[in-house]
């Protein structure tokens, strides 16, 4: 248990004592710019500013764009997170920084922010990993996470199946996409519709309306040898290859194309495939827990089917708010917090910002 003993700064200076440790989070892999504040476990501010509308004629993020959306951002978004958490920063204990995964331009952004910081106001810095913050979110919402759990983590950057004993120190990949992340294929079916960029939201409100067994689209990687080289991989290259051409086929023929039946055939091949591998690498491993994490884990559908096909199994599903599900400070800030109560040795202050930041790796 963290005690305020541990909060010495790297110069040695004392920060004041309570018993949990305040911790401001920044988070800038992507087009998101997060600025949390948590006490512990308790979330104080979670303040986002996000650079989405500037990316969507493009129909996805462009890393210059990000970089300089984050920089103009970053200093009203701390303020913002500090009036409403109502502390100053001299109070916070600590400071914590996506290092990576992400693209590059905009982890540094986040984590010169934080260095700045963490030299200014003389607090420990960590530098730690995004996949596991989107983890270690959970615990603002529904308190300690179970160890060890299965995590299910899918956004437009990542999809992967994760082993995680302790969300400080040990997080093991089982699985990940070999293609497109889940939500990538949610915005490149989204544009193929001619819905709005970020697809998922759009499909989600399309598929409402429309039947999810009106086309039997491909689940990837779920039979045959695919099953034994890639049990707890996902492929969705060949499921939007295969709504494409569905929709070039309907274009063609003149009728109009089904959005809201398209929408839901397709959610419901990707929820498919989501849940039956979690439940399987689940009960592979005797895990009894399994969290949702990231963008898509704020589809309506995914969370309908594996808390259905969870709970059939005897198995816990847990998912965060979809606010804490998206990119955000919060969880960073959440991960900062757990590496400071559990004695975690803190980062150098000439951390790298990684792009490539393996999952294994969850603080620097
Ligand atoms: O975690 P996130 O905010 O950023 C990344 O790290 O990528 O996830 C964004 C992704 C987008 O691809 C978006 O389309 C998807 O999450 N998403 C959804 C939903 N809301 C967001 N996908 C499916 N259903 C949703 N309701
Ligand atoms: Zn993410």
Request: charge should be negative.
């Amino acid at each position: 248990m963290w005690s305020p003993r541990l909060s010495v700064g790297h110069n040695g200076a004392v920060a004041h004592a309570t018993s949990e440790p305040l911790v401001l989070g920044i988070e800038t892999s992507c087009d998101e710019t997060g600025v949390g504040i948590v006490l512990g476990r308790t979330l104080l501010a979670d303040a986002v500013a996000s650079s989405v509308e500037e990316h969507a004629r493009f129909g996805g993020v462009v890393p210059e764009v990000a970089s300089r959306a984050h920089l103009e951002a970053m200093v009203p978004t701390i303020e913002r997170a500090c009036s409403t958490a109502g502390v100053a920063l001299r109070d916070v204990d600590a400071i914590s920084v996506t290092a990576g995964p992400g693209l590059a331009g905009a982890l540094l952004v986040g984590v010169a922010a934080a260095k700045s910081l963490a030299l200014a106001l003389e607090k420990p810095l960590y530098g730690v990993n995004h996949l596991a913050a989107h983890v270690a979110v959970d615990q603002l919402e529904h308190g300690p996470l179970p160890e060890p759990c299965l995590a299910l983590l899918v956004s437009g950057g990542h999809s992967s199946l994760l082993r995680v004993a302790d969300v400080t120190s040990s997080v093991e990949p089982m699985g990940s996409t070999i293609d497109d992340a889940a939500g990538e294929a949610f915005d490149k079916v989204a544009r193929l519709l001619g819905l709005g960029f970020p697809g998922g939201p759009h499909i989600d409100r399309a598929a409402a309306s429309g039947s999810s067994v009106a086309i039997d689209f491909p689940r990837g990687l779920t039979s045959g040898r695919d099953v034994e080289r890639h049990r707890f991989d996902f492929s969705f290259s060949g499921l939007k290859t295969a709504v494409a051409r569905w929709v070039q086929a309907r274009e063609a023929s003149g009728e109009p194309v089904p959005v809201a039946d398209v929408a839901a055939s397709f959610q419901e091949a990707v929820c498919d495939v989501l849940t039956r591998k979690a439940i399987d690498a689940a009960l592979t491993e005797g895990i009894e827990d399994i969290l949702i994490g990231g963008g898509v884990a704020a589809n309506s559908r995914l969370r309908v089917l594996a808390e259905e096909r969870a709970s059939a199994r005897g198995i816990r599903v847990r998912v965060p708010r979809p606010g804490l599900c998206t990119d955000n400070g919060a969880m960073v800030a959440a991960l900062g917090a757990e590496m400071v109560a559990r004695g975690r040795v803190a980062s150098a202050l000439d951390l790298p910002a990684d792009s490539s930041m393996p999952v294994t790796q969850v603080l620097v």
